[in-house]
C-alpha cells in the first residue's frame, strides 16, 4: 500500500513540473523557424496509396458510416491482412511518387540555394544603405532642432 501512496505523490509532484515547465520557452532556444509554403509536401507511403482507394470503396460498402477512426482502423486490419504480393501496387505506386519527389525537392532546393544567395547580398547592400540613412538623419536632426530655437 506505501508504494501506491508514494507513486501517487510522484506523479502530482511530475505533473505539476510539467504544467510549470510548458508555459515558459528555455532562454536559450529558439523556436521552430516558420514553415516555406512553396516546399514540396512529401509523398504518401504506400499505406497511404492503399487508404486513398480504400476509403472509396469503404464507403460505397458503408454510406451511413461517419466514423474516421472505423475507416483508418478497418484499412490498418485490411493492410495487416494483405500479402506483400497484394500491396506490391500500392508499393510502386509510392515510390514513384517518392522519385517524383525527389526531383522536386531538388529543384526547390536549387531554387532557394540560388535565391538565398541573392537575398544576402541585397540585405547587406540594404543595411549599410539603412545605417547611412539613419546617421544622416540624426544629424540633420539635431542641426533643425539648433535651428528652431
Known amino acids: 500500500m506505501k508504494g501506491g501512496k ?5 506523479d502530482t509532484k ?27 509536401k512529401r509523398p504518401a ?11 472509396k470503396t469503404y ?7 461517419k466514423s474516421v477512426a472505423a475507416v483508418g482502423k478497418a484499412g490498418g486490419d485490411k493492410w495487416k491482412s494483405m500479402s506483400d504480393a497484394e500491396k506490391a ?5 509510392a515510390d ?6 525527389e526531383k522536386t525537392i531538388q529543384a526547390y532546393n536549387k531554387r532557394i540555394a540560388e535565391g ?10 540594404s543595411r549599410s544603405e539603412v545605417n547611412d540613412d539613419e546617421d544622416d538623419d ?4 539635431a542641426e533643425e532642432d539648433d535651428d528652431d530655437e
Open 6 to 10: 508514494s507513486k501517487a505523490k510522484a
Open 14 to 40: 511530475l505533473n505539476v513540473k510539467k504544467g510549470a515547465a510548458a508555459g515558459k520557452k528555455p532562454a536559450g532556444k529558439r523556436g521552430k523557424s516558420a514553415k516555406d509554403p512553396n516546399k514540396p
Open 45 to 55: 507511403s504506400a499505406f497511404f496509396v492503399f487508404m486513398e482507394e480504400f476509403r
Open 59 to 65: 464507403k460505397e460498402k458503408h454510406p451511413n458510416n
Open 89 to 93: 501496387p500500392y508499393i510502386a505506386k
Open 96 to 101: 514513384k511518387r517518392k522519385a517524383e519527389y
Open 116 to 125: 538565398a544567395g541573392a537575398e544576402e547580398d541585397e540585405s547587406d547592400k
Open 138 to 141: 540624426e544629424e540633420g536632426s
